[in-house]
Every structure is written in C-alpha cells, then in structure tokens.
Antibody, heavy 123, light 110 residues
Framework: QVQLVQSGAEVKKPGASVKVSCKASGYTFTSYGISWVRQAPGQGLEWMGWISAYNGNTKYAQKLQGRVTMITDRSTSTAYMELRSLGSDDTAVYYC????????????????WGQGTLVTVSS | QTVVTQEPSFSVSPGGTVTLTCGLSSGSVSTSYYPSWYQQTPGQAPRTLIYNTISRSSGVPDRFSGSILGNKAALTITGAQADDESDYYCVLYMGSGIWVFGGGTKLTVL
C-alpha cells in the first residue's frame, strides 16, 4: 500500500533552517511528484511547492521563493523540504502529498498524504 | 495574486443536502482548473474526496459528488451524516506546476 512517512517534530529558533523528510513506499517513486503543503495553527492549508521525482523539476509558491528548496533522493525514495530563515509565522504542520510527475501529466491532484510534521519556531 | 474563495462555514441538518462552492476572486472556475476537494478533521491529515471536478477517490461514499455550478466548482453532500462534520478544502490547478488552496469551509452537522 502507498505510504508517505514523514520525519518527526522539530523546534527551531527564529532565523534557523528546518529540513523535513517524506519517505515513500508502496509505489514507483519516480513515476510521481511530491507537493508540500503546510497548515499554521487554526488556519487553512497552504500549497508550498512541488517537485517531480521523475526529473527533479520544481515549482515553488511565490511567497516562499528564495527560502524553500525541495529535493528528492531516488535511491531511498525520499523527498525533502528545506525552509530557511524561519520566522514565527512558519510555525505549522507540514505535509507531503503525492501528485503528478509532470506539468502535463493529465491529472493534477494529491492522492496520498503524509502524516504531517509539526515545526515550531520559537526563541 | 489568485485567490480561491470558499464559504468560511456552513451548517446542514443530519440527512440533509449541502453544496459547498469554490470560486475565483477573478474569473470562473472550469474543468480546466481540475478542481479537487479534501476533507480534514482536527489533528488529521487531509483526505482526498474528489478530483478532476467529478471523480470520487477510492473508498469515498457516493453521497459526495463534485460538479461545476455556474462559475464555481462545487462539492455536494447528499444525506449528510454526523461524521461529515469536518473542514473541506478545494484546490485549483493553475498550470505549470502551481496549485492554490481555497481558505476552507467548516461544515457543521446539527
């Protein structure tokens, strides 16, 4: 069965960086992409960006450009999301979600989700 | 800046029917945005309900249906049950690998 298992909770100080992992199993990793979605406490879901596990193409939300990097490790079927220069408004649960492997795949939704990783930014 | 709009909250009686909508601050939602819908209960990861406007995800009861109504995407719940009380999010695909979430609708069943 398809599973996305994320790394554990993190506590970071303002200005630091965080790297969250998402290990995929139960499917061919390179046939899909991974999107990252976050949810601040009491708020809605926010799409952060997408990476193709097929070719490494990425697309980031405009507001996070320059602060976020998404990569994949095909040898371990793991996706990573690094967010830098953390501020208190980056405190959120971060989710990875499986999606299409390309811009033009013909399907454009998230079918499986990780369990979420709480990142707390506090001095 | 594209804004995807949803009703902040909605209420439905048990057994009733409710339609949640998903619009654009500027323009109309069509199937070309491949609207999808997700259900989320507190403390849980989202669950995929509907994709490509009308297709139900595996295991989703047929009381959930998707459509385009006028210039918006819509999620209709027919015969609402107590455990349908959740937050519902729509997502639109903007092309070129970009998605935008709506603000979510908190559905109360009472």
């Amino acid at each position: 069965q398809v599973q996305l298992v994320q790394s554990g909770a993190e506590v970071k100080k303002p200005g630091a960086s965080v790297k969250v992992s998402c290990k995929a199993s139960g499917y061919t990793f390179t046939s899909y992409g991974i999107s990252w979605v976050r949810q601040a406490p009491g708020q809605g879901l926010e799409w952060m960006g997408w990476i193709s596990a097929y070719n490494g193409n990425t697309k980031y939300a405009q507001k996070l450009q320059g602060r976020v990097t998404m990569i994949t490790d095909r040898s371990t079927s793991t996706a990573y999301m690094e967010l830098r220069s953390l501020g208190s408004d980056d405190t959120a649960v971060y989710y990875c979600a499986r999606g299409p492997h390309s811009y033009n795949s013909g399907w454009y939704y998230f079918d499986y989700w990780g369990q979420g990783t709480l990142v707390t930014v506090s001095s | 800046q594209t804004v995807v709009t949803q009703e902040p909250s909605f209420s439905v009686s048990p057994g009733g029917t409710v339609t949640l909508t998903c619009g654009l601050s500027s323009g109309s939602v069509s199937t070309s945005y491949y609207p999808s819908w997700y259900q989320q209960t507190p403390g849980q990861a989202p669950r995929t309900l509907i994709y490509n406007t009308i297709s139900r995800s595996s295991g989703v009861p047929d009381r959930f249906s998707g459509s385009i109504l006028g210039n918006k995407a819509a999620l209709t719940i027919t015969g609402a049950q107590a455990d349908d009380e959740s937050d519902y999010y729509c997502v639109l695909y903007m092309g070129s690998g970009i998605w935008v979430f709506g603000g979510g609708t908190k559905l109360t069943v009472l």
